[in-house]
């Protein structure tokens, strides 16, 4: 429910604020908006009338945001770029079926973006906005209808829907096991590491699990996996990566398992959404999409291991 109509400004007295409090000047403002300067000076008084606060403080022939009006014009700012925001959605899809996606880096670029076409080509008046954020935000604040969440199934304010579990691996180039004569997980402890900044425990974690007492853990640290997974290739050191996220790495033979040792699951992707979005049509239809196409995947990842054919 809007409030009433005393609390919304006119779109024109917001635009004369919001340029004159980026630009700071009046003149600026005008020239911006091809109003005059009297004619912004004017728009900027009438919003104050209507607030009952002091945006500027008129100091000669310049202005200087009061504490109120800066505040104000932060939030004015973004709801414009909202609206913007929305409008060009509108306009590169009239029919309105947009989905804004906050994707993970790794994911977005190795898993998801290679099979979005599919979804593209079967739900065609769909439009998806790929976005690339690392941390969660709050939906009541944001664009975005929807995200792809790595770790606890936790998220505030936002309904969960489970995508799969998440096995690390060691992996290094084939050169690199031969050189440093990888058998066993305790072998790990004399060769180059490669660590995750955003997962500094992650090799301290494996060891654990394979029951292998280690000291301090050094070597080469990256803050995304890409460049990780190039770094392992080129033979720099043995990383633990994501299984279902170097498939192609694995089976053109540029990456191979370090060694044998136990299953370690690192977390939980999830898609996360508000739940007044569940059932908006995009998002329902990409719900149903993602889903059944980690499940298609993860059959294929059986077959594999187990020696079959995929079939057509």
């Known amino acids: 429910m809007l409030p009433p109509r005393r ?8 635009s004369a604020f919001e340029a004159a409090a980026r630009t700071g ?10 109003l005059t300067q009297s004619a912004v000076s004017r728009q900027i008084s009438a919003l104050e009338r209507q607030l009952g606060v ?30 913007s925001h929305a409008s060009l959605n509108l306009r590169a899809n009239p029919s309105g079926g947009t989905l804004n996606l906050a994707v993970l880096p790794f994911f977005g670029t190795r898993w998801l973006t290679p099979r979005i076409g599919r979804f593209l080509e079967a739900h065609p008046g769909v439009v998806v906005n790929l976005i690339t954020r690392l941390e969660p935000f709050d939906f009541r604040f944001d664009t975005l209808d929807a995200a792809i ?31 440093h004569d990888l058998q066993t997980p305790a072998d790990m402890l004399r060769a180059p590491l490669l660590h995750l900044n955003t997962r500094p425990d992650a090799w301290e974690l494996w060891f654990s699990r394979n029951r292998i007492g280690f000291d301090a853990l050094h070597g ?19 990383a633990l990566l994501p299984r279902f996220l170097i498939g192609r790495e694995l089976e053109q033979g540029l990456l191979v398992p370090a060694v044998e040792a136990e299953k370690m699951e690192t977390g939980q992707y999830h898609l996360v ?9 995009p998002l329902a239809a990409f719900r149903d999409w993602i889903t059944d196409e980690i499940h298609h995947d993860e059959n294929r990842q059986d077959m594999l291991a187990n020696g079959g054919g995929i079939g057509q």
């Open 25 to 34: 000047s009046v003149t600026a403002a005008a020239n911006e908006l091809g």
């Open 273 to 281: 959404y508000p739940p007044d979005r569940a059932t908006y049509p």
């Open 54 to 83: 002091a945006l500027f403080l008129r100091e000669r022939q310049t202005i200087r945001l009061t504490l109120a009006g800066d505040g104000y014009a932060r939030e004015v700012r973004e709801a414009l770029r909202r609206i």
């Open 220 to 238: 080469m640290l990256f803050d995304q996996f890409m460049t990780m997974v190039e770094a392992a290739t080129a033979g720099l050191g043995a």
């Open 149 to 179: 969440h790595f770790g606890s199934a936790r998220w505030p304010g936002a309904t969960l829907t489970f995508l799969m579990d998440e096995e690390v691996v060691p992996a290094c180039s084939p050169a690199f096991k031969t050189k």
């Open 7 to 14: 609390f919304l400004p006119s779109f024109s007295l917001l």
